[in-house]
């Protein structure tokens, strides 16, 4: 099956610092797993994983200055 058929999107979840975090997936608790692949237990302990906004591609922009 082809991956077009279940959309992704994406998601800033805040961190303890005051950066955001970028991750993507069909639901927040999906991107979450995938950050969880690629950040150490260090750094997932970072992030808070109820406080997060979903955005499009055309406004990830506006919101580079924020990721951590």
Known sequence: ???FSNPHYMYLFEMRS???KLAY???P???LDILRIRLSDTEMDEIYTDRFVKISQRELQ???S???
Do not use: I, T, Y
């Open 1 to 3: 099956m082809s991956s």
């Open 18 to 20: 005051g950066k955001q």
């Open 25 to 27: 997936g069909q639901s």
């Open 29 to 31: 608790e999906d991107a």
């Open 62 to 64: 506006q919101h580079v």
């Open 66 to 68: 924020e990721l951590g």
